[in-house]
């Protein structure tokens, strides 16, 4: 194994160049200064950016940020369940999560988080949108769902046309059982004499022949479309449409066309929801929040750098380097995986820098009790991590665990639901699964290329300095 560790070093030297790479943010300064001297430097990162077989990859890496970082809204939704069967409820609340998520995804909010939660006979969702300003026309996007009606005039008298009563008149169309749920997809169009937003329609396979039907035999007639109960135009059908598409052009605004359109693709909600409770979160807050939290992050890095070094010498060195390593694979991974950073995620992250040094301890610990049986430097080495690891798994083991009790990837109705917990439990996750991987082979690796080299340069130099515990 000692003969492989030079081609297992310079994998993690191309690892860590990788990680870096990823991590780091696209541009960012640098500040240097004592009393009157001052350096700064801006430093700019390139994106990944090239072609594949034709194909353009391009991608910034960039950190996902959660609600209480980023600023946004949460909403708690009730789902009414009055109606559903209780074996088909959990399905019907899955239902609306994805009728949610697709709303949420067609408006163009990022990085929504959208959750499903049971307690007893309560079935929630929890909704957090990042960059949210407008917060009735979330409300309105996340609860109200679009119910679109076609009908045909039932009399075409000159009475008929002239009456302007609402009721009136409206009692003279008669429904034609073509609704929202034949579209095929929807879309926001311009007329092209007045410019104005209009919402074009395309029909399913079902719908094209039921329009072309109700076109047919009803041409000369008026045929109202109603969104939600209420008419928004009344076209007069002139000649039989084959092709499945129609045009509403009621008198919308640009973001009224949107939002129906949003709500018509999206579908109808299969159960009535409604908003127990609104927070939101000024990015500010958040903004002040990751900036404490990172620079608790680098002086937690500094002291266990500083403690290792202190009690462990070349060998804290090599902790301190793998620590460093982990940070940077860890963050790596965090934006390939698109982890979204909450507070909660950083204490994680701040949790799992502690324990990423307690392989290397417990490590050390063993080499120095080798040392004292009498056993050689390289001797003491390999054994002490030999004989460690069963220490360390079953360690590791428990705060895995305790992660995925955390993370609850099975959505037990029975376990924790909320995001915010469950980042938490994710970074852990993540920063236990690293630290294995730093504490056992990036240590193990360096000590058996360095190691060797520090104490042939300490006995060449007739000196005692040599590392600590590792006098061979």
């Not at 998520?101 to 949108?129: K, M």
């Not at 324990?355 to 054994?383: P, T, Y």
């Amino acid at each position: 194994m000692r003969q492989s560790a030079p081609r297992v070093l310079w994998l993690i030297v191309v690892l860590t160049l990788i990680a870096l790479f990823i991590a780091l943010p696209r541009q960012f300064e640098l500040n240097l200064g004592y009393k009157t001297w001052r350096w700064q430097q801006s430093v700019t990162v390139p994106p990944l950016d090239f072609y594949f077989f034709g194909r353009h990859i391009y991608s910034e890496f960039p950190l996902k940020q959660g609600l209480d970082i980023q600023g946004g809204m949460q909403v708690l939704l009730q789902a009414d369940m009055a109606q559903i069967p209780e074996a088909d409820r959990q399905t019907a609340l899955e239902s609306a999560r994805e009728v949610i998520a697709r709303r949420v995804d067609l408006f163009g909010i990022s990085e929504p988080t959208i959750q499903t939660s049971r307690a007893g006979e309560q079935y929630r969702l929890i909704v957090e949108l990042p960059g949210i300003n407008n917060t009735d026309q979330a409300l309105q996007l996340l609860g109200k769902t679009a119910e679109l009606e076609f009908k045909i005039q039932a009399s075409d008298s000159a009475q008929a046309q002239a009456t302007i009563s609402a009721v009136a008149f409206l009692n003279q169309f008669e429904s034609t059982g073509l609704s929202g749920q034949k579209l095929k997809k929807t879309s926001v169009q311009f007329d092209p004499q007045t410019g104005q937003p209009t919402i074009g329609l395309q029909f399913d396979d079902q719908g094209k022949q039921l329009f072309a039907k109700l076109t047919s035999e009803n041409t000369g007639k008026i045929m109202a479309i109603f969104v939600d109960g209420f008419p928004v135009t009344m076209p007069r059908i002139n000649e039989p449409i084959l092709d499945g598409q129609a045009v509403i052009s009621g008198a919308f605004t640009l973001p009224e066309a949107k939002q129906l359109v949003i709500q018509l693709n999206a579908g109808a909600l299969p159960v009535p929801i409604s908003v127990l409770e609104q927070r939101n979160v000024g990015a500010s807050l958040g903004a002040d929040s990751i900036q404490k939290s990172v620079r608790a992050g680098l002086v937690g890095l500094g002291l266990v750098a500083v403690f290792m070094i202190l009690i462990y010498g070349f060998r804290g060195v090599v902790a301190t380097v793998a620590l460093l390593i982990y940070a940077a694979l860890t963050i790596a991974i965090y934006k390939l995986m698109g982890v979204t950073l909450t507070l909660p995620g950083i204490a994680g992250l701040l949790l799992s820098i502690g324990m990423a040094v307690d392989a290397n301890i417990l490590i050390f610990e063993r080499m120095k009790e080798e040392l004292r049986a009498g056993e050689s430097l390289h001797r003491a080495m390999e054994l002490g991590f030999g004989r460690a690891w069963d220490s360390i798994k079953d360690a590791n083991l428990t705060t895995i665990l305790t992660s995925l009790v955390l993370i609850n990837p099975l959505d037990f109705s029975f376990l924790n639901s909320s995001g915010l917990v469950r980042g938490f439990g994710i970074t852990l996750l993540i920063g236990v699964l690293i630290s294995l991987f730093t504490g056992i082979v990036v240590s193990r690796t360096l000590l058996r290329v360095f190691l060797p080299l520090v104490m042939r340069v300490s006995s060449q130099a007739g000196a005692q300095i040599a590392p600590k515990g590792l006098k061979s």
